[in-house]
Each structure stands twice: as C-alpha cells, then as structure tokens.
C-alpha cells in the first residue's frame, strides 16, 4: 500500500505515507451503550492496561496456562489477580497525581532491581542496598514507602555453615 514499483524498481511512496499519517495514533470504537465518547475511550484503554497487566502478571510467576483442581484455589487466584489489578490501578493514580507517567514494564523493571544483601565485613554485618534506578523512588514515594539508608548495620545475624559471601 505504501510502495510503488516503476520499471521493475521498488520505493516507497512519501506522499501516500504522509496522506495515510494523519491516522497515526488514532483508533475507531464501536459500542451499543449510551455512554459519551470519551467514557468509552477511558474505558477502552482501562481494558487495554487490563490485557497488558495480565500478561506482564503471567510472565512474572510463569503459570501459562494455569490449572487448578478446587474451587478455592481457582477463587484465590482470581482474586489476587484483581487485588494485584486495584494495587496497580492506585499506584498508577498516585504517580499521575505527581505529574509521574510510567509504562507498567519500566515500573516493574525498575522495581525488580531494587535488592537488599547481606555483606559481612569481619565480625560485623551490614545490609546493602541496591541504588535506585528510573521510576523506583518515585514509585516508592508515591506507595508512601520509606526505603532504608544504602548501607546499614545489620542487628541480630548469625552465621550459618550454608551463608556464603564473596568479597572483592
């Protein structure tokens, strides 16, 4: 559609690309509610973020496809799906009340990187913390989650034969 041949040549046409981008970023609803055309845009791209979180959420505890032999346990995976659906729902809410705009895929990726490590240095242990990365303090600040210093004394660890640690 957006190529021409001429004399056994291939190109593509600017001026059908350029006829063709005033459609860029532009999607057609058709409904049988009564609803006005914006409410059904903001729910459309909920349905879209709803698509989009289910499929980040199966990647994550890598259940495709998920089988389950009682109710309550169908039930119970129903329901952390949706309780997962509203958390993300409000966070995402709280960072747009920040002026915070995050893809799910970058806020979990920035979220992922954040650890804590046990380190020993001699006879004292400490607990390190990754740095933060992209959107995590924001997130953390927007979920009124106070994050730990990034290095501090850890309180009350014993040294077990199965610990081990590496220092460089």
């Known amino acids: 559609r957006f190529l021409k041949v001429e004399k056994g040549a291939v190109s593509i046409d600017p001026a059908r690309v350029k006829a ?12 049988n509610t009564e609803l ?15 698509e989009q979180f289910f499929r980040a959420a199966k990647s994550l505890i890598d259940t495709r496809p998920i089988f389950h032999q009682w109710d309550a346990t169908i039930q119970g995976h129903v329901f952390c799906s949706f309780l997962a659906l509203v958390l993300l729902d409000e966070l995402k809410r709280r960072l747009a009340q920040r002026g ?24 004292h242990w400490y607990l390190l913390r990754t740095a933060l990365q992209g959107t995590a303090g924001k997130v953390c600040q927007a979920a009124g989650v106070s994050l730990p210093p990034p290095l501090r004394p850890r309180e009350n660890v014993v040294p077990t034969e199965n610990r081990t640690f590496t220092t460089n």
Do not use: I
């Open 36 to 50: 006005p055309a914006a409410e059904v845009a903001v729910q459309y791209k909920r349905l879209l973020l709803v």
């Open 20 to 31: 063709e981008a005033r459609f860029d970023g532009k999607y057609v609803l058709r409904t």
């Open 100 to 123: 915070v705009e995050a893809e799910w895929a970058d806020l979990r990726r920035d979220l992922l990187a954040l650890a804590e490590v046990e380190v020993r240095d001699g006879d």
